[in-house]
């Protein structure tokens, strides 16, 4: 787990986890913080709950990983016109502002709020359920994670990234770099990526 100046390019610290939980995010950044350095903004991945942790300081979710969430539930090329709109959409959040962004997000559902809200019962438990949930669920993260999706258009002073792009190409440099050395041992493997961090 890694956190980065996305001014400076520094990292700033490091930790080895097994899995990333908000609880350890928070502990990070309480050690940035305990350090003396200033956190101005913060842009993150968008993990459940990551967004409220951190109080007051402008937060941005990753447009990238928002368009990830819209691919993950409809695939890259969804079948259904709704699907194929709402993923066309999606794309373009890293390259419109918010307003024409929202304008989109607004006719999408004017177009399709019924279909969205349509129902169907299961024959083995005659329980209803909705017929297309998982573009229900690609909808509503969307909506839900608006609020953090402009947060760069809104403090356009602090030179916020609107995607955490800078880390995700460390890390994927890194793995590079490991695969090609396979044979290190597990310790050997932790030095490398010390020295490749420099905290």
């Not at 993990?47 to 691919?71: A, D, E, N």
């Not at 916020?160 to 050395?181: E, M």
């Amino acid at each position: 787990m890694v956190f980065k100046d996305s001014i400076s390019g520094q990292y700033l610290y490091k930790r080895y986890v097994r899995t990333e939980t908000n609880k350890l995010y928070l502990e990070g950044f309480e050690e940035i913080m305990r350090r003396g350095i200033s956190v101005q903004s913060i842009i993150c991945d968008g993990r459940k709950g990551l967004t409220k942790i951190f109080g007051s300081i402008p937060l941005q979710m990753c447009q990238f990983h928002q368009v990830q969430i819209i691919i993950r539930y409809l695939t890259k090329r969804p079948k259904s016109p709704a699907g194929r709109e709402l993923n066309t959409l999606a794309r373009q959040l890293t390259k419109v502002n918010r307003d024409t962004f929202i304008y989109g997000m607004e006719q999408w559902i004017s177009d399709w709020g019924d279909y969205l809200k349509e129902r169907s019962v299961s024959t083995i438990t005659g329980k209803s359920f909705y017929t297309h949930k998982r573009l229900r669920s690609a909808w509503l993260s969307l909506k839900r994670n608006l609020p953090w999706l402009f947060t760069c258009e809104e403090y356009r002073e602090l030179m916020i990234p609107n995607t955490t792009n800078a880390l995700d190409g460390a890390f994927a440099d890194l793995k590079n770099k490991l695969r090609n050395h396979n044979g290190l041992s597990q310790a050997r493997k932790v030095k490398y990526i010390d020295a490749y961090f420099k905290i």
